[in-house]
């Protein structure tokens, strides 16, 4: 039972309150003196992350929508068993499990005065149309001096399970074309909008559309927004590739859940496992792995 009141008398706590979220899906905020978080149980989806004092940290499209079958423009979309088109062409990108209502497994606080929720999926949780082998999503989301975001993949079944995924994160920024991303220097990468191979040099600056998955990448990246006067620092592990997104001008007013001068204000650094760069996985049967995303501010 994934009611407001169900959970809240189960989970709930002074730092774990539960609601009626966007589009009447159960959502859960995390508070505490670090600052404030929320996800809802639809997509296990982090939609929102502030530190105390500051500016909120990820965007949200204020076109998103909140409905069944539909993904969230914004936040961290957990994108899982692909990450891009769906290979059968039947399906949306980015997978099911965002698009998907996962159930609470557990909530509570560190020592060091941290909240910590984690929701699960698994294959009889899904859509049958989707025709899910057998697997187990954890994902923990804790707010503390950093937010981290880890979804665990459990290979439940007997057979090898195949997948790509990528934490999907859009960051809040003052002016998209002020900013740097730095962290990728020298990488090799696909410019998925110019269909070319490139190495990265130097910073990456935000003056067009950009979709570029970088290859061999397992350091963080950090986005400068000299307008906010912070940086946003973005680290993570279970992945080798990192995705940088920006829709721009002419893709913006294409997306229906996307304001058309709302690039302004979003830059995507995705922790990824992108077959695009090599870096889909094949989990043996009772195996798992983790994919991590690891964001604080300086
Ligand atoms: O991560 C970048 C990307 O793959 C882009 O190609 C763009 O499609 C973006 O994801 C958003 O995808 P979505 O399915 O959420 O509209």
Not at 23 to 36: D, H, I, P, R
Not at 110 to 135: H, I, M, N, R, W
Not at 143 to 172: C, D, M, P, R, W
Request: glycine share 10%; aromatic share 10%.
């Amino acid at each position: 039972m994934n009611t407001v009141n169900a959970l809240q008398s189960r989970f709930g706590s002074e730092n774990v309150n539960f609601y009626a979220g966007p589009g009447g899906f159960t959502a859960v905020k995390l508070a505490n003196s670090y600052g404030e978080a929320a996800l809802t149980l639809y997509g296990a989806h982090v939609m929102s992350y502030t530190p105390a004092g500051a500016v909120p940290v990820l965007w949200m499209s204020e076109k998103s929508m909140f409905t069944a079958g539909d993904p969230i423009r914004g936040g961290i979309p957990v994108c899982w068993p692909w990450f891009g088109p769906d290979v059968t062409g039947k399906f949306g990108g980015h997978g099911y499990a965002r698009v998907s209502l996962w159930n609470m497994v557990s909530a509570g606080q560190t020592p060091a005065g941290e909240t910590s929720v984690t929701l699960c999926l698994e294959d009889k949780d899904v859509d049958a149309k989707f025709a899910p082998q057998s697997f187990k999503l954890e994902l923990s989301v804790t707010l503390g001096a950093t937010l981290t975001v880890a979804l665990k993949i459990y290979n439940t079944g007997t057979e090898e399970l195949a997948y790509s995924g990528a934490l999907h994160s859009y960051f809040n920024v003052a002016d998209s074309a002020a900013i740097k991303v730095c962290g990728l220097e020298d990488c090799e990468y696909s410019d998925k909008v110019l269909n070319v191979e490139g190495i990265q040099s130097g910073s990456i600056v935000i003056d067009r559309e950009i979709d570029r998955v970088y290859r061999r990448t397992s350091g963080s990246v950090n986005v400068e927004d000299p307008v906010f006067n912070r940086t946003i620092r973005i680290a993570k592990s279970g992945s080798t590739s990192t995705v940088v997104w920006n829709p721009w001008i002419e893709k913006s007013k294409k997306m229906p859940d996307f304001g058309d001068e709302e690039y302004h204000t979003m830059v995507c650094v995705e922790a990824a496992n992108a077959s695009a760069a090599g870096d889909d996985r094949v989990l043996a049967p009772g195996a798992m792995a983790e994919l991590r995303q690891m964001i604080s501010i300086a």
